[in-house]
């Protein structure tokens, strides 16, 4: 299982608007803010297809996007309750997994690539910044013999 942890400084955000003694001349808003931190955790069990796009140092767009709340809507990727807002520069990411489960996740991430094997992915993999040396040491695991792919 490879696991994607983002972690973020943030601000919790009230807003209470009311119309004050029935008068529809006067309208009274408040917002109430208070310093945060959000850390996710997501698990994907045998990688993903798309794992770079989980990525802040290759998709880091994307990634604040997936963060944060979008007030107007909610959508299927936002991972923030409603009330925090992110700030996007903060936002740290790591992507971990033992060896094999680096293996599996490359082998999930090439049934949508030409890559030309598991090894190349791995190289790939260990190239983005944010997953330590899972994938390096993956490799080793495949150099000395022990893992069939």
């Known amino acids: 299982m490879v696991v994607i942890n983002y972690s973020a400084d943030a601000t919790r955000i009230d807003r209470d608007t009311v119309t004050s003694d029935g008068s529809p001349n006067k309208r009274v808003s408040t917002t109430v803010c208070e310093p945060a931190t959000i850390d996710v955790t997501i698990e994907l069990p045998d990688g993903h297809v798309n794992l770079d796009a989980y990525s802040y140092a290759l998709a880091p767009d994307t990634v604040a996007e997936r963060i944060q709340y979008d007030y107007?809507?909610?959508?299927?990727?936002?991972?923030?309750?409603?009330?925090?807002?992110?700030?996007?520069?903060?936002?740290?990411?790591?992507?971990?997994?033992?060896?094999?489960?680096?293996?599996?996740?490359?082998?999930?991430?090439?049934?949508?690539?030409?890559?030309?094997?598991?090894?190349?992915?791995?190289?790939?993999?260990?190239?983005?910044?944010?997953?330590?040396?899972?994938?390096?040491?993956?490799?080793?695991?495949?150099?000395?013999?022990?893992?069939?792919?």
């Open 72 to 149: 107007t809507e909610r959508m299927q990727y936002d991972y923030a309750p409603a009330g925090i807002e992110v700030d996007a520069r903060t936002i740290t990411c790591d992507i971990s997994g033992t060896p094999r489960e680096w293996i599996t996740a490359a082998q999930t991430w090439l049934t949508e690539r030409t890559d030309p094997d598991v090894r190349e992915a791995l190289h790939r993999f260990g190239e983005w910044g944010d997953t330590g040396d899972g994938p390096d040491r993956a490799i080793e695991l495949i150099d000395a013999g022990e893992v069939d792919l």
